[in-house]
């Protein structure tokens, strides 16, 4: 696509409930990147895919997050047992050659 | 490890001012350096980067950054604010073409009139 696709644009769920937030990133990106941004703070590294395989994911805050990416293309970030402190925008972003990213719009999740 | 800094989580400027948003990265090798926008309720946009190619960098609406190795600085300015320059300005740094992009805390950026 033109740009970096985030759905939902804004989510709402229930303490407790899992969560999937969906990342289509632009045709041919073999990198894929999560971000957090929580409240009035920066950009917080989640995960990173290069193709289907997350060479890097030490940002992942714990073992209730997870993320997985299929043929090279989208990726889904799950969220279990969510948490009132997992609320926050969850951002995407792909990459070509690695230097530079498009970031999507984000999902807002809030956690109630 | 590895880090950016950005100097002052808040800068007010008057519209048509000289516009400095600073940038200090910890580096022992030569990074890439970006900065990004982010306006109210959107995601983030490139503004400019630096690859190894020349020192000062121009990008999208008047910025430019300079890239001081021996101040390990990567500092935006811009001549004359303008008021939709008001946004988030978040400075980033990575180490290779595969690796993360590590972002700073961000500047917000007002302008008064």
């Known amino acids: 696509g033109a740009g970096v696709s985030q759905s939902p644009s804004n989510k709402v769920t229930e303490k407790g409930k899992d969560v999937e937030l969906r990342c289509d990133p632009i045709?041919?990106?073999?990198?894929l990147y999560w971000y957090r941004q929580s409240l009035g703070q920066g950009l917080e590294f989640l995960i990173y895919f290069q193709g289907n395989s997350a060479p890097d994911k030490s940002g992942l805050p714990s073992d209730r997050f997870s993320a997985e990416r299929t043929g090279g293309s989208v990726s889904t970030l799950t969220i279990q047992r969510t948490q009132q402190e997992d609320s926050a925008v969850y951002l995407c972003?792909?990459?070509?050659?690695?230097?530079?990213?498009?970031f999507g719009s984000g999902t807002r999740l809030t956690v109630v | 490890a590895q880090s950016v800094t950005q100097l002052g989580s808040h800068v007010s400027v008057s519209e048509g001012a000289l516009v400095l948003l600073r940038c200090n990265y910890s580096s022992s090798v030569p990074p890439y350096l970006f900065w990004y926008v982010q306006y109210p309720n959107q995601g983030l946009q490139l503004l400019l980067k630096y690859t190894s190619a020349a020192t000062l960098v121009k990008g999208i609406n008047g910025f430019e950054a300079e890239f001081k190795k021996s101040e390990t600085s990567f500092h935006l300015t811009k001549p004359s604010a303008h008021m939709s320059d008001a946004a988030e300005y978040f400075c980033a740094v990575s180490y290779s073409s595969a690796s993360k992009i590590i972002f700073g805390s961000g500047t917000r950026l007002s302008i008064r009139p």
């Open positions: 972003a792909s990459s070509l050659e690695g230097i530079g990213y498009t």
């Open positions: 045709s041919g990106h073999t990198a």
